[in-house]
Nanobody, 127 residues
Framework: QVQLVESGGGLVQAGGSLRLSCAAASGRAFSTSAMGWFRQAPGKERELVAAISWNGDNTYYVDSVKGRFTTSRDNAKSTAYLQMNSMKPEDTAVYYC???????????????????WGKGTLVTVSS
């Protein structure tokens, strides 16, 4: 079991930055899990934003956030991060972190295939 809790969401102006954190209750399981950051805007489907392999050697970003968002992890702290810079109003969404044993599964981005989810944190970018 991997219990995930997101934090760091809030209101930011366009061009600003936020850092989301995803803390896992199970340290050993976290350190062997790939992590993903998803978001869901009102009226839209949930989409994969970024992913990181268990050891951080591999990362993935959706085109719309490349060069602006960075994902990282600290396995000693059982925490994953999503640094969001140069934010745009279209980044407004509920952001979820997710964990799965398979990096390939996370990158495939199918929510129904991913084992563990946080409850989400709201990010609002004002224009």
């Amino acid at each position: 079991q991997v219990q995930l809790v997101e934090s760091g969401g809030g209101l930011v102006q366009a061009g600003g930055s936020l850092r989301l954190s995803c803390a896992a209750a199970s340290g050993r399981a976290f350190s062997t899990s790939a992590m993903g950051w998803f978001r869901q805007a009102p009226g839209k489907e949930r989409e994969l934003v970024a992913a990181i392999s268990w050891n951080g050697d591999n990362t993935y970003y959706v085109d719309s956030v490349k060069g602006r968002f960075t994902t990282s992890r600290d396995n000693a702290k059982s925490t994953a991060y999503l640094q969001m810079n140069s934010m745009k109003p279209e980044d407004t969404a509920v952001y979820y972190c997710a964990a799965d044993w398979s990096y390939r599964t996370v990158v495939a981005g199918k929510s129904e295939d991913i084992d563990y989810w946080g409850k989400g944190t709201l990010v609002t970018v004002s224009s």
